[in-house]
Nanobody, 128 residues
Framework: QVQLVESGGGSVQAGGSLRLSCAAS????????MGWFRQAPGKEREGVAT????????YYVDSVKGRFTISQDNAKNTLYLQMNNLSPEDTAMYYC?????????????????????WGQGTQVTVSS
């Protein structure tokens, strides 16, 4: 049974940084894409960044390009999201997710429905 467990969320002031981690346990070798999504109250879940598992091709939503970096440590089965220069608009619950369906585009950045495994989420709150 594969599980994803996020950590690293918290409250910061605008301009600050946070690093989210997502530890995967169990048999993870069938994943094709992994990603970070976020959902703010009253809004739809939004893809933030995705990465092809094992090959490190990365994709970002325009609003975080240049500020966020997704990465993975295959030896530790851990996915990261480094978030710099945070703004109040980044406030949301952040979820780690994994997809077993192959993608030939942006690793399902805009298709959360393609991700079959999700973590429980970690809250990020940015104050102005």
């Amino acid at each position: 049974q594969v599980q994803l467990v996020e950590s690293g969320g918290g409250s910061v002031q605008a301009g600050g940084s946070l690093r989210l981690s997502c530890a995967a346990s169990g048999y993870t070798y069938t994943f094709y894409c992994m990603g970070w999504f976020r959902q703010a109250p009253g809004k739809e879940r939004e893809g933030v960044a995705t990465i092809t598992a094992g090959r490190s091709n990365t994709y970002y939503v325009d609003s975080v390009k240049g500020r966020f970096t997704i990465s993975q440590d295959n030896a530790k089965n851990t996915l990261y999201l480094q978030m710099n220069n945070l703004s109040p608009e980044d406030t949301a619950m952040y979820y780690c997710a994994a997809a077993r369906i192959a993608s030939y585009g942006n690793c399902w950045l805009t298709r959360p429905d393609k991700f079959s495994l999700w973590g429980q989420g970690t809250q990020v709150t940015v104050s102005s």
